[in-house]
């Protein structure tokens, strides 16, 4: 299984932006991000593919960009113009082996980060 590690969660006002970063053991697949809010089911926020393709939840398209660093060993997750239903802790989700294409759908990714939180008010 990858390792993973996140960091640059915190609490922000709504309409302001965070950056949460992403780091891997090793070089992976499918590479994302997923949220959960309290009370809620788990959802995937944006994920990119190996080769680059990037795949949006329609609540952050536009606001949220995702990008990885040249190593393919780092993403990050830029959010821009927060909004409070952005509120939840953020987990990086990794899948090693490689798909057809890669989802916003969680059970497809079996390796996981601890999370970090992110607070919009």
């Known amino acids: 299984h990858v390792q993973l590690v996140e960091s640059g969660g915190g609490s922000v006002q709504a309409g302001g932006s965070l950056n949460v970063s992403c780091l891997f053991s090793?070089?992976?697949?499918?590479m994302g991000w997923f949220r959960q809010a309290p009370g809620k089911a788990r959802e995937g926020v944006a994920i990119?593919?190996?080769?680059?393709?990037?795949t949006y939840a329609d609540s952050v398209r536009g606001r949220f960009t995702i990008s990885k660093d040249s190593r393919g060993k780092t993403i990050d997750l830029q959010m821009n113009r927060l909004k409070v239903e952005d509120t939840a802790m953020y987990y990086c989700?990794?899948?090693?082996?490689?798909?057809?294409?890669?989802?916003?759908?969680?059970?497809?990714?079996?390796?996981w980060g601890q999370g970090t939180q992110v607070t919009v008010s």
């Open positions: 989700a990794a899948r090693l082996r490689g798909v057809r294409r890669c989802t916003l759908v969680d059970s497809e990714y079996p390796d």
């Open positions: 090793s070089h992976t697949y499918c």
């Open positions: 990119i593919e190996r080769n680059g393709p990037i």
